[in-house]
Structures are given as structure tokens and as C-alpha cells.
């Protein structure tokens, strides 16, 4: 059984950063690619940003492409997600999941596994 659990959120001002957390647990980490993806109030939870397990290869959306940057600690089960230049545009529930990401394309699990989440909020 695959445990997440996302932290680190906040609410900010238009310009400021914050670094959100996940810990992993249950299986072998350091063997999953890891994601995040967002929730913004009345929509679709959407693609944010992957990381390869072995290569460190990532991929971003266009929206965070630049701003944004995905790390990894497998040492300490941990995926990062830097966020800088933040705008009210990114206000949501951030939440990391496990998954595959190939020729720049990630695809959750399945079964799918989310954490509870943690809220950003920028104001303008």
C-alpha cells in the first residue's frame, strides 16, 4: 500500500515562493516516478509537474514551465516542488501521486494513490 502525504503549503502574496513536500511510504521509492498535480476551486485536478525515479528527468506544464522546479530525495522517500513567481492563477490543493513518466508524458497509477493534500493560496 503506497502513502503520501503532502505539506508545506500556505497562503502568499503574487511573487512569492513556497516549497511544498511529499513523503512516500509503503514500497520501494526510489523505484516510482513522482508527480504532482493541482486542484483549483471548480475545477479539474490537472498536471503540474514528473520526475523520473532513476534519470531525474522531469516535465512541467506550460502554465508552471520556468517557475517551478521538481525534485527528489529517495534517500529520505521525499519529492519537492519548488515554486517560485507564484501568481493567483496557482491557488488550489497541490497533491503528489505515483506513476509513470515516458517521452515526457506521465501517467498516474493504478490504482491511483493521493495524499490529503495541501492548500496554496495566492492573492493578488
Known amino acids: 500500500q503506497v502513502r503520501l502525504e503532502e505539506s508545506g503549503g500556505g497562503s502568499v502574496q503574487a511573487g512569492a515562493s513556497l516549497r511544498l513536500s511529499c513523503t512516500f511510504s509503503?514500497?520501494?521509492?526510489?523505484?516510482?516516478?513522482l508527480g504532482w498535480f493541482r486542484r483549483a476551486p471548480g475545477k479539474e485536478r490537472e498536471f503540474v509537474a514528473a520526475i523520473h525515479w532513476s534519470t531525474g528527468g522531469t516535465t512541467y506544464s506550460d502554465s508552471v514551465k520556468a517557475r517551478f522546479a521538481i525534485s527528489r530525495d529517495n534517500a529520505k522517500n521525499m519529492v519537492y516542488l519548488q515554486m517560485n513567481s507564484l501568481k493567483p492563477d496557482d491557488t488550489g490543493v497541490y497533491y503528489c501521486t505515483v506513476g509513470s513518466l515516458s517521452a515526457g508524458r506521465f501517467i498516474p497509477s493504478s490504482p491511483r494513490y493521493w495524499g490529503q493534500g495541501t492548500q496554496v493560496t495566492v492573492s493578488s
Open positions: 509503503g514500497r520501494a521509492f526510489s523505484r516510482y516516478d
